[in-house]
């Protein structure tokens, strides 16, 4: 069990996993050790609490397909071990992302000090470019 929250684990069941040739250069290494790692979770079909599920399928995230899998591809190091622990800690911060709920934004006015000084600098520069603006009569 994968421990998420207190109160919310993920089956290891539930997480697909996939070994690939990893890209890019390494030479022969590369061309014949699958050292990538593909992670594969279906959000509709996890045992996941149906609050995380909706927050999952709503996020715009690269990693979220329509379908509502997360993909979650690492190839970072030449170890497949490696790889497979930084994908399952991406997919475990991604999870975790979740439950954070971001505080909502209170609209204020602008003080009468700020407005003034705002219109003082703006009265400032107009002035400044008033200036600039000579009529030669020639």
Not at 36 to 41: E, H, T
Not at 55 to 64: E, G
Not at 72 to 95: G, M, W
Request: contains cysteine.
């Amino acid at each position: 069990m994968i421990n998420i929250s207190n109160r919310v684990q993920v089956s290891e069941n539930e997480i697909e996993w996939q070994f690939i040739r990893a890209s890019g250069a390494g030479g022969q290494h590369v061309n014949k050790v699958s050292t990538a790692v593909q992670l594969i979770f279906d959000i509709r079909a996890s045992s996941l609490p149906e609050f995380y599920q909706q927050k999952l399928l709503t996020l715009s995230d690269h990693r979220i397909t329509q379908s509502g899998k997360v993909i979650i591809k690492c190839q970072q190091s030449r170890s497949q071990d490696d790889n497979r622990q930084q994908a399952l800690a991406q997919f475990i911060e991604l999870l975790r992302s979740v439950t954070i709920v971001t505080k909502k934004r209170i609209a204020t006015k602008a003080t009468y000090g700020s407005q003034q000084r705002r219109m003082d600098s703006k009265k400032k520069r107009g002035n400044t470019k008033a200036l600039r603006q000579q009529k030669f009569i020639g």
